[in-house]
């Protein structure tokens, strides 16, 4: 065997480790996700999909409420300074 020969094999068979990995560890999400359903109280597909809908319904007012806290804490830290300036 040629030296590129070993090396094609070797990166043959790391490609198909990762790959098992990377299929064992989307196995082990799917699982821990399906257990986590269960707990919560979701036993079916479609009660599961509306919780994912509310979720990713949630995320625009999160942002926009992450925004605004940013600014209050601006205005805050400005208020402040200037209690600061005359005191």
Do not use: D, H, N, W
């Not at 821990?32 to 995320?59: I, N, P, T, W």
């Amino acid at each position: 065997m040629t030296a590129e020969t070993t090396i094609m094999v070797t990166l043959i068979c790391v490609g198909c480790a990762l790959a098992i990995g990377a299929l064992a560890v989307l196995i082990y999400q799917g699982f821990r996700l399906f257990k986590l359903a269960r707990r919560a109280g979701v036993s079916s597909r479609a009660q599961l999909q509306e919780v994912m809908g509310r979720a990713q319904r949630l995320g625009p007012s999160l942002r926009e409420m992450e925004a605004r806290q940013r600014i209050v804490a601006e205005k805050l830290s400005r208020f402040s300074a200037t209690v600061r300036k005359f005191s």
